[in-house]
């Protein structure tokens, strides 16, 4: 009676956010228990994480590590034990953006990253993941237009290119999991796109 694992991917700007809280409703409706959270965050210690994050100065492995530390303390003390008493959860990023992020964006080792999530997570990954994707260059100009960038989103337009083609590179790897979305549509057509995979899902 577990429940499902549903996560939203895509660089800065791509809209993911527009579309979260309406898919978790869509969820609800069909009757199911949702929690919807977000990485890095979803616990006082991770959100404690994220603010540091998003605005400290640090090195790339710190980084790394600091977005593994908080991915732990989400999953045991709120994810898991949400998806052992049947919730589904709808998580606004997971693994594959430190994949991405990290890995493609930073030029981090991808097997290093493979290795803590095997040691932080083991098996446990997203049964969908929803992938947002936008030329870079279109984010940025939907970014500029919102609020001052944090560490990540004041990162030039060759990293958010790199980001985006790891994510790409991630999807086609897993063409089961993932459902890529071309977030250039209008919000309505993404919405009906969304409202009929998520019916899909047993
Ligand atoms: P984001 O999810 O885009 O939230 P908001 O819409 O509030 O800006 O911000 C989180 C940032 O963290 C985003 O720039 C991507 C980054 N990030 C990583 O670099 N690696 C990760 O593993 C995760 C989960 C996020």
Sequence with gaps: MSG???SF???DGAGKSTHLEWYAERLREAGRDVLLTREPGGTGLAEALRALLLDEPMDAQTELLLMFAARRDHLERRLRPALAAGTWVV????????????GAGRGGSVKRIHVLADWVHGDLWPDRTYLFDLPAE????????ARPADRFEAEDLAFFERVRAGYQAQAAAEPERFVVIDAAQDIDRI?????????RIR
Excluded: K, V
Aim: aromatic share 8%; proline share 0%.
């Design 191 to 199: 919405r009906s796109l969304l409202a009929a995979d998520c019916a």
């Design 4 to 6: 499902r694992f549903i």
């Design 91 to 102: 998580c606004d990023r997971f693994t594959d953006s430190t994949l991405a992020y990290q």
């Design 138 to 145: 279109e984010a940025l100009r939907r970014r500029t237009l």
């Design 9 to 11: 991917e895509g660089i």
